[in-house]
């Protein structure tokens, strides 16, 4: 059932990365594939054409009379995005073979049949293992749950798609003709622009706000004002910061009449103001809500430009911002100006597509090296525990820390620092696979397999495999959270991921940069320390499952 299940996932995702590159649909998750391989450099290469070129006559008229003269017209060059369509092929093999696997197989194990009962057993892992799945599959929804792209806008008389097209649009293609028509479309202030109007109607997603690249302008919020004086919110206890007018609130064109500051619920000290096209004419001192010093240089009267409708005062939270959940700012938001929710599921989408990938390819060498060190012996596992011998001793950190300085910025990406993990992730799981396989290669088993003609392949991977399996999923669990471990720290340190990328790490270290900004810190910690404590629950569970003492072919 499970290899079932992962096989239909498998063509499932494969099928809609290949239906979304051909028809130009960005499907959740299924797009990464195609966007990472155009991305980053070494994932894609041109192709050029012109050894295909071909010779034209055209006629020259630059010249005092016209001639007919002979040109080599080249075939236009194009990418070729190699990761993608491998990522794709990959995906539907692997997913076809697990299906037919589930059919022709056989019956389960009975022994993994007792593992598996006991895993559900043991509640306190089992219930890890569902809320990571659940986590997993809200973290593939991708641009559905978060994204600054609306889901779907209805403006005159059609539907539009923006979160699922390959392409942005315009803010000129949902009639602003402004100074702003030919930036990219702002679906929140478009979203209050219909709603106000009644013209149309915009859907955005759960949290409307991109991981990165989001940069929101200060925020605010409104005061209420108890005999005379100003209170934010419900508190009991008169405001006191920075406060302003607005002439235009919308997130997109926030423009400050007036900004002043306020202490105890009244007015005192500095105060600056601004016109309609945002040049400064005013400026003034406040003492208990009286202006004591004033200056003014617009075109109008200084009482005509205070009397301007432009609101009641407003308390203005310069990044990192509060949680304001009037704005939609349920966590607050980061030094950059960034959601902080939002970034938090970025960083989580992060470490699950980084496991997807860093664990079958880890697995896959250490495994495959390990059993060659324990089947074949000598001077072969001689020399190889040599060369893991000098890569564990090298300082782990300061050699990634190197290599990772050492990549060109256009080249960095997940990829790469994946990469780095890579070349020194293999070697943990090699020595236990190492002595299983010197254990059981002396079996009768593998004797008789010996005898009956089968090659040093199938008796490693059809025989000597199979009976360490209770290792490899034991380690799982411990290495994804290894991995997590590793992502963090280096990006905390500033040398993990490009800012594109959104991170838990560096979140960390904005937090730890703003002591002021409680939020940060809590938020971080919080999520990491959660994600951790569950994959060492399952791990755990897994660790008592799989137990060889409690189930063995020799009970």
Do not use: C
């Not at 290469?45 to 071909?54: H, P």
């Not at 409708?309 to 939270?317: E, N, S």
């Amino acid at each position: 059932m499970i290899k079932r299940i992962t096989g239909i996932l498998g063509l499932v995702l494969g099928a809609l990365a290949l239906i979304g590159e051909r028809f130009g649909i960005a499907f959740p998750t299924a797009r990464w594939f195609f966007n990472a391989s155009r991305e980053m450099p070494f994932l894609n290469f041109t192709l050029n054409l012109r050894f295909l070129g071909e010779k034209v006559e055209v006629i020259d008229e630059s010249g005092p009379e016209p001639v007919t003269v002979t040109e080599w017209v080249n075939h236009p060059s194009f990418e070729i995005l190699w990761f993608g369509w491998f990522s794709v092929v990959m995906l539907l093999i692997a997913g076809a073979l697990l299906i037919w696997r589930s059919f022709t197989g056989g019956p389960p194990n009975p022994m993994t049949l007792r593992r598996l009962q006991r895993f559900r057993q043991i509640r306190r892992g089992y219930v890890s293992l569902i809320i990571l799945l659940g986590l997993a599959g809200f973290a593939a929804l991708d641009q559905v749950v978060v994204g600054k792209r609306a889901l779907a806008v209805h403006y005159d008389g059609q539907w539009v798609f923006p979160a699922f097209l390959p392409h942005e649009l315009k803010n000129s293609d949902f009639g602003d003709d402004g100074e702003r028509a030919e930036a990219n479309a702002d679906y929140r202030d478009l979203q209050r622009r219909l709603a106000a109007e009644g013209t149309g109607r915009v859907i955005m997603p759960l949290i409307p706000f991109d991981p990165t690249g989001d940069t929101l302008p200060p925020r605010s919020r409104p005061l209420v004002q108890r005999d005379g004086l100003y209170y934010e919110g419900r508190g009991s206890t008169p405001y006191s910061g920075l406060v302003a007018r607005y002439h235009d609130h919308t997130e997109a064109r926030a423009r400050m009449h007036v900004r002043m500051t306020m202490r105890n619920g009244m007015l005192n000290g500095a105060a600056e103001g601004w016109d309609a096209e945002g040049t400064p004419v005013y400026s003034a001192t406040f003492l208990d809500n009286t202006a004591v010093e004033e200056s003014y240089t617009g075109d109008t009267s200084r009482e005509e430009f205070l009397a301007l409708d432009t609101g009641d005062y407003r308390a203005v939270k310069y990044h990192p911002a509060p949680p304001i959940p009037g704005d939609g700012h349920f966590l607050g938001t980061t030094s950059q100006g960034g959601d902080v929710l939002a970034y938090l599921y970025g960083g989580l989408q992060v470490n699950f597509k980084a496991a997807l990938i860093y664990l079958p390819i880890v697995y896959l060498i250490g495994i495959t090296i390990g059993l060659l060190m324990g089947f074949f012996g000598g001077w072969f596992d001689l020399i190889v525990q040599r060369l893991i011998e000098v890569f564990s001793n090298m300082p782990f950190l300061f050699v990634v820390i190197i290599l990772s300085s050492m990549v060109p910025e256009q080249f960095k990406g997940l990829p790469v620092i994946l990469t780095i993990l890579i070349i020194f992730g293999w070697m943990g799981m090699t020595y236990l696979m190492r002595t299983a396989a010197y254990r059981d290669k002396e079996r009768d088993y593998i004797a008789a397999s010996r005898v009956l003609g089968a090659g040093t392949p199938r008796i490693m991977f059809r025989h000597l495999l199979p009976n360490t399996v209770a290792i490899i999923v034991t380690l799982v669990p411990f290495t994804m959270s290894t991995l997590i471990f590793a992502l963090t720290g280096l990006d905390y340190l500033g040398f993990g991921l490009p800012p594109q990328y959104a991170t838990w790490g560096r979140l960390l270290n904005d937090g730890l940069s703003n002591l002021s900004a409680p939020w940060l810190v809590t938020s971080t910690f919080t999520v990491l320390v959660s994600t951790l404590v569950l994959i060492t629950f399952v791990g755990e569970a897994v660790r008592e499952a799989f137990d060889p003492k409690k189930f063995t072919y020799y009970r």
